[in-house]
């Protein structure tokens, strides 16, 4: 696509929240809109709801005129970003929420940035603003089925979700919004007083009530409760993605590998335990905990009261999963067509990187999990969705030095070719990048430095799925050795997998490799034997992951 043409599909795009302001340029060409790729991020830290009090009183000011100009000239400054990325005028829009509502000069504010940009504020009312939210939600991962919440800074939105084949369902009004956001929690709090007072207590009676009203009047449909995997809540806005940061430095598994809160999941019990994080950010480490800024540490407390409300509040939650998903992701999203939300991310992503005989690669990697048509019981992670993706990412990394193939795929999804991809779980981060490791010799080809990580990821695996994701990517290092280039020009592989017991009675997976362009064996070049041998070692159990794995029996023909 030539670049002026690629041009007409970039979207600018100005967030003005309560606690900042956040600009961005989107790129939403047909191919890869469905991840929303970000040319261009930034923030601004001016925080509108804090700019409407005063340390004397809590009654609200109207916006001052120097936090005005701020604005301006941040606004100012994102108009020349967007000529240099040459953004359509008419694709560039400003949207703001609680703050901006409801200031006392809200209209004062409005017509001076439209004077001095000539771009008019699109104001988003409270139901709208939570149905932005929950589309945000929406597109963070490929499916989302239960309650979302959105924390702002001035208010916070509850309503639940349901997603199918691109379509989006919701509360018929979107959603109920209430005046407990971080910003505005943290204010109330400080004039309820002690914790344990009459005022706070009363305080608390308020939020709890509230929740208990939105819960009923959202009337959540009884097949998200009857869910066999339970409730599952969904939580965006930056006081909840501080809060699962806090989580993240927190988890069992130390460091944890993935950096980034989208897809990142915590069990009801450690979502709920807000001692321990009250405990963390009270520490004098607290500077040091990833993504925690000094304002982030400072709104805790108040997060931490509203989820202890939460938790008396709602219905009883299975997972919690943290999204980045806000009000940029949600109006994008909401424009796109079905077609493209129900397009799998992980598969949007790689696509770029797909050689030519991608259908047939992919028919050869699900023939090692399959038999006969029917599935292997593998893990319910190795759908036709995941292992496309695997499929089109096969070759990413072939061209770089050997001392670095493996290593650079390991951090493919968190840091490297596919780390900003929007809408994969950590799981699908961390099954694609062991996956594309072990398809360049794995473990063994790793660095140092890279071993601690490889170990940190497979920890992040349920069950199985560690064993089949190096059981499957050392058989796409038979396929990738064979076929080169990506491109099948003759069949020079065939494979066939049976599903079979040992003599004493344990599941084994027997997997023939048939090489129609050789008349034996012999002929086999030293490569694809090296790559066949792997695919056998991935059966002896000292290869096992975390002593669970299955007898492999390889065959050639």
């Not at 606004?75 to 609680?98: G, M, W, Y």
């Not at 969904?234 to 809060?243: T, V």
């Not at 939300?341 to 990187?353: L, N, S, W």
């Amino acid at each position: 696509m030539a670049n002026l043409e690629r041009c007409g599909y970039y979207h600018g795009l100005v967030d003005m929240g309560s606690n900042g302001i956040r600009f961005s340029i989107t790129d939403l060409s047909p191919p890869t809109a469905r991840i929303l790729p970000t040319l261009y991020l930034s923030r601004a830290a001016i925080s509108l709801y804090d700019a409407q009090f005063t340390l004397s009183s809590n009654e609200p000011i109207p916006i001052p005129q120097e936090t005005i100009r701020r604005v301006v000239k941040a606004l100012l400054r994102f108009k020349s970003t967007c000529h240099d990325f040459n953004v359509p005028e008419d694709q560039i829009r400003i949207v703001a929420t609680e703050a901006t509502r409801k200031a006392t000069n809200s209209q004062e504010f409005q017509d001076v940035i439209h004077e001095e940009t000539g771009w008019k504020v699109q104001l988003l009312e409270k139901e709208v603003e939570g149905r932005v939210g929950a589309y945000g939600v929406a597109s963070s991962y490929a499916n989302v089925s239960g309650l979302v919440m959105d924390l702002g800074g001035g208010s916070t939105q509850l309503t639940w979700i349901m997603t199918a084949d691109g379509d989006v369902s919701m509360y018929e009004k979107g959603s109920v919004s209430l005046p407990y956001g971080a910003a505005a929690l943290t204010k109330r709090l400080e004039a309820a007083g002690a914790k344990g007072s009459k005022t706070y207590k009363s305080f608390e009676k308020e939020v709890m009530g509230d929740l208990r009203d939105a819960v009923r009047q959202i009337e959540i449909p009884k097949e998200l409760l009857r869910e066999e995997r339970g409730l599952q809540l969904y939580l965006s806005g930056g006081g909840f993605r501080g809060w699962g940061f806090m989580l993240m430095s927190q988890h069992s598994i130390r460091p944890y590998p993935i950096p980034i809160i989208n897809g990142f999941r915590a069990k009801e019990d450690s979502f709920h335990d807000t001692q321990a994080v009250r405990a963390a950010v009270s520490s004098e480490d607290t500077p040091d905990i990833f993504r925690i800024s000094q304002r982030r540490a400072s709104q805790i407390p108040a997060v931490a009261f509203l989820v202890d409300c939460l938790s008396k509040a709602l219905p009883s939650i299975k997972d919690v999963h943290f999204c980045q998903g806000g009000v940029r992701e949600g109006m994008h999203f909401a424009e796109m067509e079905p077609m493209q939300r129900k397009e799998d991310p992980i598969v949007t992503a790689t696509k770029g990187y797909a050689r030519e005989s991608v259908s047939e690669i992919v028919d050869l990697l699900l023939a090692a999990v399959q038999k006969a048509g029917a599935p292997i019981p593998t893990p319910l992670e190795f759908d036709t969705a995941l292992i496309t993706a695997f499929a089109q990412a096969l070759y990413a990394h072939a061209a770089f030095p050997k001392d670095v193939c493996a290593g650079a795929a390991l951090r493919s999804t968190s840091t490297g070719f596919f780390a900003s991809t929007h809408g994969i779980s950590h799981e699908q981060r961390a099954i694609v990048a062991i996956l594309l490791c072990e398809r360049y010799g794995g473990f063994r080809s790793i660095s140092r430095t890279e071993q601690d990580f490889y170990h940190g990821l497979l920890q992040l695996l349920p069950g199985d799925v560690s064993w089949w994701c190096m059981y499957l990517g050392r058989v796409a290092a038979v396929v990738a050795t064979v076929y080169p280039a990506g491109v099948v020009r003759e069949q020079r592989l065939e494979m066939r997998t049976l599903w079979t017991a040992t003599s004493k009675g344990k599941d084994k997976v027997c997997i023939s490799f048939h090489f129609p362009t050789l008349s034996r064996v012999g002929e086999m070049d030293e490569a694809v034997k090296d790559a066949l041998e792997q695919v056998d070692k991935a059966g002896k159990k000292k290869n096992w992951v975390a002593g669970r794995g299955f007898k492999v029996e390889v065959e050639m023909r």
